[in-house]
């Protein structure tokens, strides 16, 4: 079976969509830390709210560059432009920036326990593999 070269695969959008979905997750969490309420602040934890009130700007800037960065490159890559790549590249920046603040600089494995070095470890992976995927499809002429 030939396929065009500029026409997607199934797995192009699947990916696209479900990369979308991951990166709106994150903008949630994102907004959900900066819109906090009073009433929310009471049922967090003493020390897990004490690291999330001390996050400095520039450490809160990566994360906000992490998340809205990868949201816009999804969104970019859905509309088959390979700018994606540059975009999930700068969000991969992001993620890292704040990674090394949460995991050197804070006691957050300790008060997050072993997962959140999971969920670090799942966030790096998706992100490499969109700068994989939006180059491969840059490659394939999909993405122009």
């Not at 929310?40 to 960065?69: G, R």
């Not at 008060?111 to 992976?125: F, W």
Request: net charge neutral.
């Amino acid at each position: 079976m030939t396929q065009n070269s500029n026409k997607p695969t199934t797995s192009f959008w699947v990916i696209g969509v479900l990369a979308l979905l991951w990166n709106a997750l994150g903008v949630m969490a994102y907004l959900g830390q900066k819109l906090m309420t009073d009433e929310m602040k009471a049922m967090i934890p003493a020390e897990q709210l004490e690291i999330i009130e001390n996050t400095p700007a520039w450490a809160t800037a990566a994360f906000a560059t992490a998340v809205w960065f990868g949201f816009i490159a999804c969104i970019v890559l859905l509309m088959r432009k390979k700018l994606a790549k540059v975009l999930f590249m700068i969000s991969l920046i992001g993620v890292l920036v704040q990674l090394v603040y949460n995991f050197f600089m804070t006691n957050a494995i300790e008060v997050y326990g072993t997962d959140s070095l999971i969920q670090a470890l799942v966030t790096v992976s998706v992100g490499l593999f969109m700068i994989w995927h939006a180059k491969k499809y840059t490659e394939d002429g999909i993405l122009s």
